[in-house]
C-alpha cells in the first residue's frame, strides 16, 4: 500500500475535524461558549479556514513526498473491497495525477485563506468542512482507477459544492445542480456501456478491451463522454451555471469555478487519452474542435464586453476550456502527434494557477471596495496595487503572453496545429488570445489609470496572503518551466502513453 | 408466451407505468412536501421493478440483487425523509439545519446521488437494464432520474423541516450514517441482498 504513513494519518484528522466542529455544533449547541462581542466572533470565525488551510498545507506536502518515488513512471496502487464481484475502490497514484493533487491542495490552501479574509461569512465552519469535502472528493477522483469510483467521486464533488452554493443562494446552487447532473447522466451512459463491453471497471484494462469493439459504438461511447462532461468544464453551451453562480453568489461563485474544471478536466483526461486510443474515434476530434472554439470565442468575446469584473473571470474560464477540447480533438486525428496529448496535460496545470490568480484578485477587490463593477473601479491601482498586478498576471497567462506559464501551454498546441496544417484552429486560437490580451489590458488600463480615485484604503491581511500566495507560484511556475514541461513528458510517456498494439507503458 | 416471460413483461410494463406516473408527473404535481416524498418513493420502487424485470430477463442474480439494493436505499431515505419532512405546509416552523441537513441527505439518496446508498442501488439497477438489452427502460431511467431533480428542487425551496431534539435525533442521525455507511461500502448493502436471495458467491 505505501500510503499509511503518520503524516497520513495526521492529515486525514486534521481534515476530519471541521467536520467534526459543524456535527456538535448542531447536535449540541449548548455546549457552544457564548459569544459576547463582535471581536470575539471576528477572531474565532477564522478558525476553520485556517485550519483546512493548514490540512490542505499538509496535503500538499504529502503529495510532494511521492513525487520521487514516482518520477521513473512507478505506481501506487490501492485496491480496497467494496463489492466481491462487480467494482473495486482502486486508487492509483501516479506521475500523472500526484501533480494534479498537489495543486488542487495548494488550490484549496489560497482558497481556505481567502475565505478566512472575506469581512462577512456565516456558519464559518459549515463552509470549510464542505469546502474540505469537496477538495478531498476531488483529490480522490484523480487517484481513482475505476469508472464506477470515478464516477461515485465526480457526484460527491458536486454535492459538495452544491451544498456550499445553496446555502447561500437556492437558485443559484439548483442551477448548478440541474446543469452538472444532466451531464453526469450522459456520462454514466457511456461509462455503462464502457463497462458492459469490457466486463471489467478497472481504468488501466479498458484500452485493452475496447480495441475489440466495433468502431461505431467506440465513437459512441467517445461522445458520450465527452458530452458527459461539458458542463463541468463550462464549455458552450454548458456554461449556464457559471454565469448565473457568478450573478447570484459573486462572494463564493469562485469555488465551483475552480474546482469544478479542474475535475472535470482531470477526468477527461484519464477517460479519453487515458483510457481510450483517440485516432480510434475521429469523430470525436470534429466535435470537440467544434465546440472548443465555439467555447474559446464565446467566452473571450464576452469577457470583452462584460462590465464587471466576476463575470470577467467567469466568462475567462469559460474560454479557457475551450482551448483543452481544441487539444482534445486534434489529439483525436488518426496523423495526431502526440504533442496535442501533451497540451491538454499542459493545460490542466496551468490554467487553474492563472484562474486561482485571477478570480483571487477579483475576490479581494469586490470585498475591499464593496463592487466589482469596472466603471465603479476605475483609478483602483493606487489604493490597491497588488490585486491589480495578480489580475493582469492571471489574465495574461490566460492570454498565452510569455514568460507566463500559459504561454507554454500555447506554445505547443500552436506549433500541433501548424504542423498539422489545421490552419483554423491556428486562426482560431491567436485570435482569441489578441481579444482576452485586449480585454485584460483594456481593464488594467481603466483600473490602473482611470480618474475616479477610490478613498477606500485597501487593508485586508488573510486576502493580501492569498493573493500573493498565488501570484509567487503562478510567477515560480512562469521563470521555471524546465519542471513542468519535464512532468507532462514523462505523463505522456507513462501514464498517457497507450497503443493498442503495445499497450500502456504504465502496465 | 411462456409464464416467465408474461411475468417479465409484466414487471417491465408495471415498472414503466409507475416510474411515469409516480416520478415524473405526481411527484411534481404534489402539493406539499409529504405528497411528494410519497410519489418519489413511489418512482424508487419502480426502479426496483424494473431491476427486478431485468433479472427475470437475463435469469441471473445482478438484476434480482439490484432490485434488493435499490429497495433497501428506498426504505432508509423513506424513513428518513418521513422523520424530518413536514406533513402540511411548514410556513411557521423554526429554522433546523440539522433537519434541513438530513431531508437533503434523504432526497439525495432517493435521486441517486451520493454518499447515499440510493446511488449504488440506481447504479445496479442500471447495469441489470443494460445487461438485458433493454435499451429504452435505460433511456427511460435516466430521464426519469433527470426529471426527479424538480421535485427535490421544489422540497429544497419549499421552506423549513421539523425540528428535531432528543430521541427523535438521535434516530434520524443514526438513518443518516446508516445510508452514508452503505454508500461508502455497498458491499455491506449486497451482501445483505445475497443474504435475502439465499444466493452464495464464494
Redesign the interface.
Known sequence: MGLIRPDTVIVNWLLMLPFFAALCA??FPRLALPVNTEREAESLRRGPYLLGALASLMGCLLGCSLLPQLSNGSIITADY??????YHLRFQADILMIPIVVLICLVGMVLHLHLAGLPVSR?PH?RAALLLAAQGCAIALCLSADI?VLF?FL??T??ALW?VI?RED?DAG?IL??SV??GS?VL??GL??I??QCRETSISAIPFLLVSAEPSLLQIVALLLLIGLLPRLACVPSHSWLISTVSSTPALAFLPALLLPIVGASALLRLLPGGMVLPMVPSLGVVAAALGVATLWVGALRAWFSRTLGHMAAWLTIAHSGYLLLAIGAAASPTAPPVFIQTATLHLLTAPLALLCLWLAVGTLRSSFGTDRISDLEGVFRSAPLPLCGFLIGGLSLAGLPPLPGFHMQRFLVSGVMGEGMWWSMTAIVGADIIIAAAVFDVARRLGFGKKASPVRWRAPWLTVSLALAGIVLLTVAVFPAPLIHWSEAALRTALSISPAGGSASQ | MTPEASATTLAAIVGCTVLLLGAAILSIRARTNAETLVWMVVGGIAYALFGLAAGMQTADSNGLRACLVQLTAVLLSAALAALVIPKQKPENLPQSSLSALLARLAWLSLIGLPPGVGFHGKLLVYRSLLEAGWMWALVLSLVGSAIALIPFFQMTGSGRCIPIRGLRAMFATGLAVLTMALGAYPALAIDFADFLLGVSFI
Open positions: 448542531e447536535l473491497w467494496w463489492t466481491k464481484d462487480l456558519e459549515h464506477v461515485f457526484e460527491l458536486l454535492v451544498f445553496e437556492r439548483n445542480l440541474a447532473y444532466v447522466l454514466l451512459a455503462l456501456v463497462w458492459l
